[in-house]
C-alpha cells in the first residue's frame, strides 16, 4: 500500500505532467498552424478567419509575437468571461447544462470538504488507534485521519453518522435546486427556439401492414381520421441500407483518387500506377487516376440503379413515418397519446430534431425490441462481470510483488525508492485506464443494437452501461479483491448484511488509491484534454496530405464534441468517491474538488472554442445525472452502515436505515416533479408557441418548411443541389431544407418521392436529372455528409 | 405431521361441512321469506316480484311445494345457463372477468394436473428413497408421491426440470391468450357502451391558487386556453366534510325516531320514552319521539347553515375539479397529457365513473400524496413483518406438543384417535382464517389514507396489500419456522443463494398442511359464500324490526358486491400453491381444481342471482392478476432451484436460472402489449365513437347531459328532489342525472351553484327551498345515500 510520500510523489508526477500539458497547449494554441485545432467553434460560426493571411512566410506558421508567451495563461479568464446565456446562445443548451454538473460538484462538496475536514479529521485523529500499531501494519498515514483510526463501539461514530446525515441533506438540497434550475432552463431554452422541424412532427413507428395498402396511403388515412383538425402531411422512411453500402464504398475510392490527383500535381512527370490485384500487391499495372475514375462511374451507374429501385419498390419504404402536423399543440397530443386499439402498434413519440435521427434504426419490428433489449442486457451483464478478468491480470502485475515475481529481472530498478514510488503511486490508476479504452466503443455498438432512434438517446444509454460498468469494474473492483465474477460468486453466497459489511471494510483502505486515481485519471486526464493531442496530429497530417480547396480545411478541422459517453459515467465515479468518502475519509475531497474546478476551466473552454454539438437534446441528461447522484448517496450509505457495524458501533444501523429510505422518498419526489420537463412537452407551453405563431403570422409557410425537413439522407443529396440553384429567389436562410419541388407538388402528403402515385412519375425523372448532374461537381462532399449521417 | 388417514379425516370433515352449507342453501333459497336474500340482484334489476304474494299465509313464508325440495341442487345448471355476453349485460365486465379467473385456473392447472400425475407420481414413486427410512421418520405418506421421493443425484430430476419448463411455458401461453382476451372484451365494452359521463370527463387535481381568483376561475380560464376547441365546462369540488359529519348524525337519529315510531304504532298504549343522558341511563325522561323529531330539527336548521355557509365561502371549494369536453377525444387528449410547465399542476386523469369517486380524497396535495405513499410503506411493511406473532402463537397451540402443554387438561380428549385428526388436520388452517379477519378493514383504511380517488383503486389496492401480507405470512410464514419477523432477521443474514433453499427444502413437507387449507379455506369456505349465512340473518333482524315500507324492504336486502380485496388475494395464493406444487407435489392439484370449478359455480350463480356491483371499472383489475400469477411463477422457479440444489442435481441451477429471465421478459412484452388497455383509451376508440354520436345527432344536449353528472353528493339530495318534479316532461330515463337548472342557466361553465356570481344568487335561494322541502319529505331515504356515497 501506498505512504503518504508515495502519494506526495504521485501528486508531483500528475501536477507536472499537467502542467507540462498546460504549457505545451499555451505554446501551440497561439501558434497560426494549430488555429483551427483550438478556436475549431469559431471557424465552423465563420465568426473567425485564419491568422494565416497575416504575417510574413514564417508568421504563417509560428507565432513571433513573443509577448503574447508570456500570458499562457490567460485562456483561462478568458474562458470565464462568457455568460451561462451566452454560452447558451453559442454552444446549445446542452453544453451549458454539461458544465452545470462540474458546478454541481463544487457546490455540494465545496461546503462539504470544509466542514468534514474541520469536524473529522480532529474526531478521527484523536482516537489515535492506529498510532498504537506498529509501523508496517498500518496501512499509511492517511488512515489516521480516516475512519479507521476510530476505536471500535467508540461513541465518536455518532459525529459521522450526524455527518453523513448532514452531507445527505446538503446533497439533497443542491440536488433539487439544480434539477429546478436545469428544468427551469431547458424550458426557457424550448420556449425560445424559434420554428424547428420537431416542434411539429412526430415519429410513428410499427405502422401495421395492410394488404393492397401502401405505408404511405395507411399512415395518411390513420391520421388524417384520428387527427382531422391538426395533420398536416408525412415524410416516408426508406430502407437504404444497400444504399448507404455503395455511398460508403464510392466515398474510398474517391478518397483513392484525389490522394492519386494530388500525388500527380506535385510530380507531373510521373503518373501514379497501381496493381489490380488484392491490396495492390500483384497483377495488372494501371494509371490510378483513370483507374478510379472508371471505378467511381460504375459505382455511380449502380448507386442510380439502386435509388430507382428504391423508389419503385413499395417494401423499401419501411413501416415508419415522420408525421407532421399544423400546430405543436396537435403534434404534442399526437406525441403524449396511445393511437391505436393494439398498443404495439402506431407509436407515437416525438421525431427527434433531423441531425439527431438515427436512421437504421427507425423501422425496428417491436417484438424484435423486446428480444433486442433481452439479449442485450443479458450480454450487458457477461460484459461487466468478465471484462474485468485482463485488467485484475495487469493490476497484479501493477503490484510490486507480483511484478518482481513475473520479470525478476526488474527487481534492481524496484529497488529505487523513487521508481518504486511511481509505480506504486501511478501504474494501477493507468492500468485500468488503458483498458477502459476499448469500452466505449463496444457499449456503442450494444445500444444501436438495443434500437434506439436518436443519437442524443445512443449516447445517453451508452453513459449508463458505462456507469455499470464503471460502478462494478472500477470501483467494487478497486475495492474488493478478486475478479468482478468471483466477486459475483462471493456476494449470491454471502448474506444481505454481509455484503455492505465486506466492502465498507475495505473502503477506508483503498482511499490511498482513489486519490492517485483522482489525480491519474483526473488532473492529468483533463489537462491533456485540453491538448487535443489526436486532433492536432491528425489535422496537421492531413494539412500535409489531403487538404486542397478552403473546404477540404474545414472538414480536415473535426471539431468533435462532449464526449458524453465517457465523461459523463467518469463524472459520476468522481461524485461516487466524493460521496463515498466524505464521511469516511475526508482528505480525500480536497483532490475531487480540485478536479472538478480544473475540469470546468478545460470544458468551458472547449465548449466555447472548440466543440461543436452534433445535436441539441436540450439538456435531455440531466435526469440521469440527477439518478445516479442519488444512488451513489444510497451506496454510500449502505457501505458506511456495513463499516460501522464491523465497527460494531452500537445500533448504528437503526440509525442509518432512515437515510436511504428518506433518499428514496427525495429522488420520487423529485422524479415526479421534474422529470416530466424532460420527456414531455406541456401543452401550455405548446399552446404558448402556437399563439405566438398565430399572431406573427409564421404560420403560412408551414408547409413547404415542414415538407422535407425530415428527407432520408439518400435524398438529401439531390435536395442540396436544387437548393444552391433556387436558394436566391428564396433568401429564407434560417429555414432549413425547405423543397422547392413540394411547392409544385399537389400531393395531399409531403412524402416528395412517392411509389404510388404515377402522377409523380416526371417529377422522378427530372430529379434523377439533376441527381446526375450533381455526381459530377461535388459528389465528394455530400457523400461525406451521407456517410456522416449514417455514422454506420 | 399429518398422515395420508388425516387427510381423509380432513377432507371428509369439509365436504360433510360444504354439503350441510349447500343442503341448507337449497333449502332456503326456495323459501318466499328469504327470497330476497338470494335474489337481490333480480329484485334490483326490477325483474323479480315477491313470491310472497302469491300462496296462503303459510306460503308467504315457507315453501309448501315439496316437488321443488327433490331438485335442490338444480341452481347449478341455471347458474351455467346465461352466456358470458349476457353476464356482462346483466351484471357488468368486472364481474364476467372475475368469473374468467376461475376459467383461467382450470385452463392452466387441468392439463398440468393430468401431465404432472401421470409423469411425475411414477418417476416419484420410483425413486423409493423414504420407503426405506423407518415409519415414524416419513413424514407422511403423500410424501411418498412427491419429489423428497427421489434420492440426491438421481437423473430424475431431469424430468422435474423439463416439468417446469412445460408448465411455465403452458401457463404463459394461458395467460398470453387470456391477456388478450380480457383487453378485447374491455375495449369491445368500452365501445358498446352509451352515452356515459366519464367519457367525457377528466378529474384535474392539485389545480394551482392564484391570488384574486377562485379555483373555478383558474380552472375555466386554464382549460379554455389551453383546450380552446374541445373544453366544455367543469364541476367544483366541496369540502364537504363537517356537512357529511352532520349527515351522519341525522341519519343516526332519524334511524331512533324510526325504531320509536314503529314500537308505537305496534303498543299504541304506550307512547316510548328515554333518558336525556350519557347512553340513556341517566337524566331526564322525555317522550322519544318528541326529543328525536326536536333533534332533527334542529341538526336540519344546523344542517342548512352549513350548506350555506360552503356556498359562500370560497375556501370550500377544493382544488381539485372535473373538467368536460365536448368529445371523448378531448377528453382522452386532456388525460394521456401534461398540461403545465410544473409536473405537480394541473394533474389529469381520467375520471372515475360518479359512484365509483372517493371524494375524499380528491383535494391531497401533491407533496402530501409523497409523504402519505412513504408513511404507508413503512407501516405496511411494519404490518406484514409484525402481525404474525400472534397467529405464530395460535399454531403453536394447534400444535398437539403444545396443546398439551398449554392445556394439560385436554390430554384425555388427545388421546382419541378422530379428535387427534381433527385437531391437525382441521385446526391450523381455522387458526389462520380467523386472524386474517380483521385485516382487510385496516387495509382498506391503509389504502384510504395513501389518496386514491377511485373506490375500484381503493380496493384494487388494498387486494394487493393484502396479497403480500398472505404470501409472507400465510405461504412464507408457514413454510419456514418462526415468526416473520424473525424470518426477515434469518434472511438478511443469509446468503442470497441460501434462502431459496431453506425455503425449498421444507416445501414438499408442507404439501399436506396446504391441501388442508385448500379444503377448509377453499372448499367450505366457497360452500358457506353461497348459503349468505349474514346477510340472511340481518335481513330477516331488520324485516323483524324495521321494514316498514316497500322501500325500506328494498334496503334491507343490501346485495353487496364481489369482495374483491379479498378474493382476489386469497384466489392467487391458489395459484401460488399450484404453482409451486405442479412440479414437487402434484397430488395437491386435483384439490385445487376441485375449488376453482366449485368456486366457479358458486360465484356465477352470487353474480347472477345476488351481487350488485357498486361501480364498473371495465375489468381494471386484470393486469393485477396477470402480474400476481407471473409473480408466483418466478417464486415456483426459484423455490425449485433451491430445493433441487439442496437435492445435490449436478447443473440444475445454470438449467433452471434460464426461466425466471425468459418469465420476465414474457411479462414484460406483456405489459407493453396489453396494459395501456387498462391504463390509456386509445385515441382511434374515442374518435370513433365521437363520429357515431356525430352522425346520430345525440351529441346535441351534451352539456346539459354533463352539468351535473359530477355533483358532489351533498347537492345530490336536491337534484332528486327537482328530477323527480321534471320527470314527467324530460322523459330521459337513460341519462343519469341532468339538471333543469344548468338548462336555465347561461353561465360558461356547470358548475351549477358557484359562490362568485352574484347573478345566481337568486338561484341558490330558490335552491334551499326546495331543498327545505326536502328534508321534509325524504330525508331519510337520501341521507343514507349520501352516506354510503362518502364510505367513511
Known amino acids: ?104 460538484g463544487l457546490k455540494i462538496f465545496g461546503p462539504i470538504a470544509i466542514v468534514a475536514l474541520l469536524v473529522l479529521i480532529p474526531v478521527n485523529v484523536s482516537g489515535g488507534m492506529l498510532f498504537f500499531l506498529r509501523r508496517d501494519l498500518v496501512v499509511s498515514n492517511i488512515d489516521k485521519l480516516s475512519i479507521s ?49 420537431e416542434q411539429f412532427t412526430v415519429l410513428v413507428r410499427n405502422v401495421p401492414q395492410e394488404s393492397g395498402r401502401s405505408v404511405s396511403d395507411s399512415v395518411e388515412s390513420f391520421f388524417r381520421r384520428n387527427h382531422p383538425d391538426h395533420y398536416l402531411c408525412h415524410q416516408a422512411v426508406y430502407d437504404a441500407k444497400k444504399f448507404a453500402k455503395l455511398v460508403k464504398k464510392r466515398n474510398q475510392l474517391q478518397n483513392w483518387l484525389d490522394y492519386n490527383q494530388l500525388k500527380f500535381e506535385k510530380q507531373p512527370s510521373k503518373r501514379p500506377t497501381k496493381k489490380k490485384g488484392f491490396l495492390g500487391l500483384w497483377g495488372e499495372k494501371v494509371d490510378s487516376i ?34 407532421s402536423f399544423n400546430s405543436r399543440w396537435g403534434a404534442d397530443v399526437c406525441a403524449q397519446t396511445q393511437q391505436s386499439k393494439n398498443p404495439t402498434l402506431w407509436l407515437t413519440n416525438w421525431a427527434p430534431e433531423p441531425r439527431d435521427v438515427y436512421w437504421k434504426n427507425l423501422s425496428i419490428p417491436f417484438v424484435s425490441l423486446t428480444i433486442r433489449r433481452l439479449v442485450i442486457s443479458v450480454a450487458m451483464f457477461a460484459l461487466v462481470f468478465f471484462y474485468m478478468i485482463p485488467i485484475a491480470f495487469v493490476q497484479s502485475l501493477a503490484n510490486l510483488e507480483g511484478l518482481e515475481r513475473v520479470a525478476p529481472f526488474l527487481r534492481p530498478l524496484i529497488g529505487w525508492k523513487f521508481v518504486k514510488s511511481f509505480l506504486q503511486g501511478f501504474l494501477p490508476g493507468l492500468a485500468l485506464k488503458i483498458f477502459l479504452f476499448a469500452l466505449p466503443i463496444i457499449l456503442m455498438i450494444m445500444s444501436k443494437l438495443e434500437g434506439h432512434v436518436a443519437l442524443s438517446v445512443l449516447e445517453r444509454r451508452t453513459a449508463s452501461k458505462y456507469y455499470y460498468f464503471m460502478l462494478v469494474n472500477v470501483f467494487l473492483g478497486s475495492i474488493a479483491t478478486g475478479t468482478a465474477f468471483q466477486q459475483l460468486h462471493a456476494f449470491l453466497h454471502q448474506s444481505a448484511t454481509q455484503i455492505p459489511r465486506n466492502i465498507g471494510i475495505s473502503i477506508p483502505m483503498k482511499a490511498t488509491f482513489f486519490i492517485t486515481y483522482i489525480m491519474v485519471d483526473g488532473w492529468a486526464g483533463i489537462a491533456s484534454e485540453i491538448l487535443r493531442l489526436k486532433p492536432l496530429v491528425i489535422f496537421h497530417l492531413k494539412n500535409m496530405f489531403l487538404v486542397k480547396t478552403e473546404r477540404d480545411l474545414e472538414k480536415a ?81 449502505l457501505l458506511l452502515m456495513g463499516l460501522l457495524s464491523t465497527k460494531k458501533a452500537a445500533n448504528s444501523t437503526p440509525l442509518l436505515i432512515v437515510l436511504p429510505i428518506l433518499t428514496l422518498t427525495f429522488h420520487k419526489y423529485c422524479k415526479n416533479r421534474f422529470e416530466p420537463a424532460f420527456r414531455k412537452y406541456p401543452l401550455e407551453e405548446a399552446m404558448t408557441k402556437d399563439t405566438q405563431d398565430r399572431e406573427s403570422g409564421t404560420d403560412v409557410t408551414l408547409k413547404t418548411y415542414l415538407a422535407n425537413a425530415y428527407l432520408h439522407p439518400i435524398f438529401r443529396s439531390l435536395e442540396e443541389a436544387e437548393l444552391a440553384e433556387v436558394r436566391v429567389d428564396k433568401n429564407e436562410a434560417h429555414i432549413a431544407n425547405p423543397s422547392p419541388v413540394e411547392l409544385k407538388s399537389s400531393s395531399p402528403h409531403c412524402a416528395y418521392l412517392h411509389e404510388n402515385e404515377p402522377s409523380e412519375g416526371v417529377q422522378v425523372e427530372q430529379s434523377q436529372k439533376v441527381y446526375h448532374y450533381k455526381f459530377e461537381s461535388r459528389s465528394n462532399v455530400y457523400m461525406y455528409d451521407i456517410e456522416s449521417q449514417h455514422n454506420v
Open 290 to 323: 483513370n483507374y478510379y475514375k472508371e471505378q467511381i462511374k460504375d459505382l455511380d451507374t449502380k448507386l442510380m440503379m439502386e435509388r430507382e429501385r428504391i423508389m419503385k419498390d413499395p417494401k423499401s419504404v419501411t413501416r415508419a413515418a415522420f408525421v
Open 557 to 637: 478541422m473535426d471539431p468533435k464534441s462532449v464526449d458524453f459517453p465517457e465523461t459523463l459515467p467518469s463524472l459520476q465515479l468522481y461524485f461516487l468517491l466524493g460521496t463515498v468518502y466524505m464521511v469516511v475519509t475526508p482528505i480525500l475531497l480536497p483532490f475531487i474538488l480540485v478536479f472538478f474546478a480544473f475540469a470546468y476551466f478545460v470544458y468551458r473552454h472547449q465548449i466555447i472554442n472548440v466543440y461543436n454539438q452534433k445535436y441539441e437534446s436540450a439538456a435531455a441528461f440531466w435526469p440521469h445525472v440527477h439518478g445516479r447522484i442519488i444512488a451513489n448517496l444510497l451506496i454510500s450509505q
Open 149 to 197: 483510526n476510530v476505536r471500535p463501539k467508540s461513541y465518536k461514530f455518532l459525529v459521522h453518522i450526524a455527518m453523513e446525515y448532514l452531507c445527505t441533506f446538503w446533497t439533497c438540497y443542491m440536488l433539487y435546486r439544480e434539477y429546478d434550475r436545469v428544468a427551469t432552463m431547458r424550458l426557457n431554452f424550448l420556449a425560445s427556439q424559434g420554428r424547428r422541424p
Open 1 to 104: 500500500m501506498a505512504s503518504l510520500g508515495d502519494i506526495g510523489v504521485s501528486a508531483l508526477i500528475n501536477i507536472l505532467s499537467a502542467f507540462a500539458f498546460l504549457l505545451a497547449f499555451a505554446v501551440l494554441r497561439i501558434q497560426p498552424i494549430s488555429d483551427r485545432v483550438y478556436f475549431t467553434k469559431w471557424y465552423i460560426a465563420g465568426k473567425r478567419s485564419s491568422p494565416r493571411n497575416t504575417g510574413g512566410v514564417m508568421g504563417k506558421f509560428v507565432n513571433l509575437n513573443f509577448r503574447t508567451y508570456l500570458t499562457f495563461l490567460n485562456w483561462m479568464p478568458q474562458a470565464l468571461r462568457m455568460s451561462e446565456a451566452e454560452i447558451i446562445n453559442h454552444a446549445g443548451l446542452d453544453s451549458a447544462a454539461f458544465l452545470r454538473i462540474y458546478i454541481l
